[in-house]
């Protein structure tokens, strides 16, 4: 009779067997080293992008976006610095105007309407 191979011995091992007799802290186990081997994977593979970076730079120095979203302050001010009405913060649009320009506007236009009130009497 011929000797079976880990593999051989492994696909003739019944299934139900094993998880009869394994016990909670084994699987931990198990799960735990499956997720460690995962990750030294994805970590490999990550440092092997590095040379993809031709200019010298290192991987963690070329990286342009972060996984943390942006305070909503800061976001506000870099839109307002750099002229725009209105600016996109965690898939919402907000304008840049502040509570002081929005009550001056709110005076001016309070302005416009009486005047118009008053040509309309006028007339």
Do not use: C
Not at 43 to 57: H, R, T, V
Request: proline share 2%.
């Amino acid at each position: 009779m011929a000797k079976l191979s880990k593999a051989e011995k492994e696909k003739r091992k019944p299934k139900f067997l094993a998880k009869l007799f394994s016990s909670p802290r084994k699987e931990k186990a198990k799960a735990a080293s499956k997720k460690a081997e995962a990750t030294s994977a994805a970590k490999k593979k990550m440092y092997a992008a590095e040379s993809m970076f031709k200019s010298g730079k290192s991987r963690d120095t070329a990286k342009v976006g972060s996984s943390k979203p942006m305070a909503f302050g800061k976001a506000f001010r870099s839109a307002k610095s750099a002229g725009k009405k209105e600016f996109t913060w965690k898939g919402k649009r907000y304008h840049t105007r502040t509570k002081d320009e929005l009550e001056i506007g709110a005076k001016e236009k309070s302005k416009f309407a009486a005047k118009a009130r008053n040509q309309k009497k006028i007339s």
